[in-house]
């Protein structure tokens, strides 16, 4: 019974195994996500690294370390791009220039 026993333990084992490990953040997200989300920009929005590994370990990810880097991985595509931060800020409305006063009547 010892030598079943064993058996079934490495069974349980080998069936656990981590299925995301060695798998690129890209490669994370191809697999997981695209079903639902055409992109990973904007996933993240703004949250906590942390609380967003938390949201994905219990979610989405097979282990905590592929919600890290998986967590990582959105972060990263939602901060902005090189372009737009070499782009000048929207410039404010222009207003109507001074009017020079009325001249004094005189009477």
Do not use: I
Not at 15 to 41: E, I, M, V, W, Y
Not at 66 to 83: F, I, R
Request: glycine content about 6%; aromatic content about 6%.
């Amino acid at each position: 019974m010892g030598l079943a026993a064993a058996g079934v333990l490495t069974a349980t084992v080998a069936a656990a195994q981590n299925l995301d490990a060695g798998k690129s953040p890209a490669k994370l997200f191809a697999d997981g996500c695209t079903t639902c989300h055409r992109s990973p920009r904007g996933l993240a929005k703004g949250r906590f690294s942390l609380t967003l590994s938390w949201f994905l370990k219990d979610h989405y990810a097979t282990s905590s370390d592929s919600a890290k880097v998986l967590a990582a991985y959105l972060e990263s595509v939602d901060e902005p791009s090189p372009s737009a931060l070499a782009k000048p800020a929207k410039k404010p409305a222009r207003s109507a220039p001074p009017r020079p006063p009325k001249p004094a009547q005189s009477q």
